[in-house]
C-alpha cells in the first residue's frame, strides 16, 4: 500500500508538467499526494473498518475534494452527485485504489471478489473490473505464492488476458504525448515497469519516465514492487511527511493488521 502511495507521490509532479529526465529527483516541494493515494486509502479504510467501499471511497474525496490533478471527470462528478452510480467507467482508478485487498486477503476468491466490489461501485465495466482483480491477485501472488516475474508475466497473460507491451512502445507513446488513462493501458503498462526494473526504486523510476499519467502508473507499479521488493525505509519516511494525519491513521492501522502475515521478501 505504501508502495502505491510513493509511486503516486513522486510521479505527482509530471502528471500534467514537464516530461521527466533520466535521474530525476524522487521527492521535491512540488510533488504531493494525489487521488490515487486518496482512494487507495479509502479502500483501505473499508476493509479495516468495516465500511462500504462506496461510502469510504465517498466520504474521502469529499474530504478531500481538490486534490493536486485533481481527479477524472467522470469519478468527479460521481462524487459530487447526490446519488453516486456505477459509471461503466474502465479508467485505471480501479486498479490504483486496490493494494489493499492484495495484502488483507489471503485466498485468491475473496481477493477477486473484494477487488470487484471495490470496483463496481464506479468502475463496473468489465475491464475496470479486471483491471482492480489483476493488480490485487499479482499483489498476492507476489507476497504469498512468491511467485517469480516470469510466472506472474504468464499467469496475468492467462488469467487476465493481459499482454504486457514491451518497455520500448510504453516510453514511445508517452514520448508521444499520449495519456495513458483506461484499465486496458495502465494496468499492462505497468506490470511491465515492475517486470523490466531491478529494484522497487527503479520500477517507480521506469513508471514515471515512461510519461503519461505518470502518477497512476507509478502508483501501480509501486503497489506490486512492494509485495516483491519491499519500499526502502527511506523512501517510505519521505512519503509519509506528504500525508495528513487521517490518512496517517488508516496507513497504520493497515500495516498494524498485516504486520504478522505478511510474507514480504527480503
Ligand atoms: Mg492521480
Known amino acids: 500500500m505504501i508502495g502505491a502511495i510513493i509511486g503516486d507521490i513522486v510521479g505527482s509532479r509530471f502528471e500534467f508538467g514537464a516530461a521527466p529526465q533520466k535521474g530525476f529527483e524522487l521527492f521535491t516541494s512540488d510533488c504531493s499526494y494525489t487521488d490515487d493515494t486518496i482512494c487507495t486509502i479509502a479502500v483501505a479504510d473499508a476493509v479495516l473498518n468495516g465500511r462500504d467501499y462506496k461510502e469510504s471511497l465517498l466520504d474521502w474525496c469529499r474530504r478531500y475534494p481538490d486534490p493536486m490533478g485533481s481527479y477524472g471527470n467522470r469519478f468527479y462528478q460521481w462524487i459530487h452527485s447526490e446519488d ?151 523512501m517510505i519516511e519521505k512519503a509519509v511527511s506528504y500525508l495528513p494525519d487521517d490518512m496517517l491513521e488508516i496507513l497504520g492501522q493497515f500495516y498494524e493488521r498485516i504486520k504478522d502475515s505478511c510474507g514480504q521478501r527480503k
Open 84 to 234: 453516486p452510480q456505477p459509471t461503466n467507467s474502465f479508467g485505471n482508478g480501479s486498479a490504483m485504489r486496490v493494494s489493499s485487498i492484495g495484502w488483507l486477503f489471503d485466498e485468491w476468491e475473496d481477493v477477486l471478489e473484494e477487488a470487484k466490489k471495490s470496483a463496481i461501485v464506479s468502475h463496473n465495466h468489465p475491464e475496470g473490473v479486471k483491471g482492480a482483480q489483476c493488480i490485487a491477485e499479482v499483489i498476492c501472488w507476489l507476497r504469498l505464492m512468491r511467485f517469480s516475474k516470469s510466472d506472474v508475466e504468464r499467469k496475468v497473460e492467462k488469467f487476465f488476458g493481459y499482454e504486457l507491451p514491451p518497455m520500448r512502445d510504453i516510453k514511445k507513446i508517452g514520448a508521444q504525448g499520449h495519456f495513458d488513462g483506461t484499465c486496458q493501458e495502465t494496468v499492462p503498462m505497468a506490470l511491465r515497469c515492475f517486470m523490466d526494473a531491478n529494484s522497487f526504486e527503479e520500477t517507480i523510476r521506469l513508471a514515471v519516465l515512461c510519461d503519461g499519467d505518470t502518477d497512476t502508473k507509478a502508483c501501480i507499479a509501486g503497489s506490486v514492487a512492494e509485495a516483491y521488493y519491499q519500499a526502502p525505509e527511506w
